[in-house]
């Protein structure tokens, strides 16, 4: 998954730099920065994304979330009687 963060953010890299390669300030001098808050927002949304993904994988092969299932029901059927 590290190694997907990584070749975005380097192919995000590129489609910014200057036509010299310079990817300082300097060279993107004129291009702003319209979509970089998109852009940061997208990274994040792909980082929770696959968080979200390991812990599906973790839940499923450990069958936790069938136990907090069960574990809040009893309380719940415990409470109402």
Request: glycine content about 12%; proline content about 1%.
């Amino acid at each position: 998954m590290l190694r997907l963060f990584v070749h975005l953010q380097t192919s995000l890299l590129r489609l910014t730099a200057a036509p010299d390669g310079d990817t300082t300030a300097v060279g993107r001098r004129g291009r702003g920065s319209a979509g970089q808050s998109t852009v940061e927002y997208a990274l994040v949304l792909l980082g929770v994304a696959a968080l979200a993904l390991l812990v599906v994988q973790w839940t499923s092969k450990t069958d936790a979330i069938g136990k907090l299932f069960d574990f809040v029901i009893g309380r719940v059927i415990g409470a109402v009687t």
